[in-house]
């Protein structure tokens, strides 16, 4: 069975897409229980007259999206990756690294995250990567999306070392709105 590219299934992308963003307004949810200033990405999809999902070029979309802002005088970026698989701290997550977003993604954005946040679908837990503290660590791993229809796709992998837990990332950012006088 031949699975169509995410990207060229309109339906596909839609239903990541949408999950994907349940996902950030969940993490930015929980960043404004604890203070934070937070903006978080509108999710544009419509329907076309012949039933099909319309939506923004991929290319357009993933250069400038940026799923979660924190803060006022200095906004930080953050992206976040839900994962299908359980983990609840950095200790049991079931691989040696954390892929953290594509090698194409990266090299194409616009606005780079500042922090990379991954979320489990099953546990909910949270974990954080400081990407200036740890980009000259992370490696670049090939691996398939079988959801998504990606056979073979060159990403980003933080060591585990560098996870963090969602109160550090909390504590990180609320320092970081001090240092600009909030």
């Known amino acids: 069975m ?9 339906e ?3 239903s990541e897409l949408a999950k994907g963003h349940a996902w950030q307004l969940y993490v ?3 960043l404004l229980q604890r203070g934070l200033v937070v903006q978080c990405s509108k999710l544009e ?4 007259e012949s039933g099909l999902v319309g939506r923004p070029p991929i290319e357009d979309f993933t250069k400038s999206d940026v799923d979660i802002l924190v803060g006022r005088d200095r906004v930080i970026p953050i992206e976040v990756k839900s994962r299908r698989f359980a983990f609840r701290t950095a200790k049991d997550y079931p691989y040696k690294d954390a892929m953290v977003g594509t090698v194409d993604s990266w090299e194409q954005t616009t606005t780079r995250p500042e922090v990379v946040v ?3 679908q099953k546990t909910r837990a949270i974990l954080a990567v ?3 503290d740890t980009f000259s660590n992370w490696t670049i791993e090939e691996n398939d999306d ?5 056979a073979s796709e060159r990403s980003y992998c933080c060591p585990l070392k560098h996870l963090r837990p969602f109160p550090k990332l909390v504590e990180w950012l609320q320092q ?3 240092v600009c006088g909030l």
């Open 176 to 178: 970081m709105e001090t």
């Open 28 to 30: 930015a949810m929980k």
């Open 12 to 14: 596909l992308f839609a």
């Open 2 to 10: 031949t699975v169509t590219p995410w990207n060229k299934n309109d």
């Open 45 to 48: 999809l419509w329907r076309t």
């Open 130 to 132: 400081n990407v200036a």
């Open 118 to 120: 991954l979320i489990s």
């Open 146 to 150: 079988g959801v998504r229809g990606i």
